[in-house]
Nanobody, 131 residues
Framework: QVQLVESGGGLVQPGGSLRLSCAAS????????IGWFRQAPGKEREGVSC????????WYADSVKGRFTISRDNAKKTMYLQMNSLKPEDTAVYYC????????????????????????WGKGALVTVSS
């Protein structure tokens, strides 16, 4: 059974850190481009960061550059999003997703018609940044 399951969300104070994990099952993670997306209350879902299947190319939204880091551990079939220096505007439900077609990383993360069609999605993890 194909599944992506996020964990690691929660409540954190501004300036704090969280690491989101996304455990994959039912497919080979290293064959896929991976991505993290988020949807804040009242806003559209947006791309946060994506990583190519060969781990050579990354893309980050301007709002998270220098603060967030995407990675994966293929042996553990898990992808990660390390989030540092969190801000209240980072509050959102965070989703992991994977794309199996050989697409460039930036379009996967930026174009809604592409990322909405990604092969597999997790159910989301809530991150709340508040004092």
């Amino acid at each position: 059974q194909v599944q992506l399951v996020e964990s690691g969300g929660g409540l954190v104070q501004p300036g704090g850190s969280l690491r989101l994990s996304c455990a994959a099952s039912g497919f080979t993670l290293d064959e896929y481009t991976i991505g993290w997306f988020r949807q804040a209350p009242g806003k559209e879902r947006e791309g946060v960061s994506c990583l190519s299947s060969d781990d050579e190319t990354t893309w980050y939204a301007d709002s998270v550059k220098g603060r967030f880091t995407i990675s994966r551990d293929n042996a553990k079939k898990t992808m990660y999003l390390q989030m540092n220096s969190l801000k209240p505007e980072d509050t959102a439900v965070y989703y992991c997703a994977v794309e199996g077609d050989a697409l460039q990383v930036q379009p996967v993360c930026v174009i809604p018609s592409i990322y909405d069609g990604m092969h597999y999605w997790g159910k989301g993890a809530l991150v709340t940044v508040s004092s």
